[in-house]
């Protein structure tokens, strides 16, 4: 705004007759009395389920494109190392597990053990629903 609209806003707010252009000072009188007047806007019964019924499309829109991404991106990656490992002459050795057949103790254990950490992480942390609430599942 620059100086003149300025006075004329001014004048306006103190109900004094602004002094100036009449094509602005009636300009201002119908945007002011515009303003004025509270426009009522009524929306459909259905306005609520329309746009939940939008937000579930969309993410079910996001969802399919990220599942194609994520697709497409273990595709190139299998692909990468195919052609690393063909390219490279890897050759697979597996000698390893003869050492560690005597520790299937310990493998057992570590099985357990991890099973047991997710049962509890499911029982003890409470979860958040989409709303904000939380609530024990």
């Not at 300025?6 to 300009?27: C, K, M, S, T, W």
């Not at 194609?68 to 052609?83: D, K, M, N, P, V």
Request: with cysteine; charged share 30%.
């Amino acid at each position: 705004m620059n100086r003149y609209e300025e006075d004329l806003q001014r004048n306006f707010d103190a109900g004094i007759e602004p002094v100036g252009d009449e094509v602005d000072i009636q300009a201002y009188r119908e945007v002011f009395s515009r303003l004025k007047k509270v426009h009522e806007v009524e929306l459909s019964r259905d306005f609520a389920d329309t746009i939940v019924a939008r937000v579930i499309e969309r993410k079910k829109k996001e969802a399919s494109r990220d599942i194609l991404w994520f697709g497409a991106g273990a595709f190139l990656l299998a692909a990468a190392c195919a052609i690393v490992v063909a390219m490279s002459g890897f050759k697979l050795q597996l000698g390893f597990l003869k050492n560690i057949s005597s520790y299937a103790g310990l493998f057992v254990f570590g099985g357990f053990f991890i099973i047991l950490l997710l049962f509890l992480e499911k029982r003890i942390i409470p979860r958040r629903d989409p709303f904000g609430d939380t609530k024990k599942i």
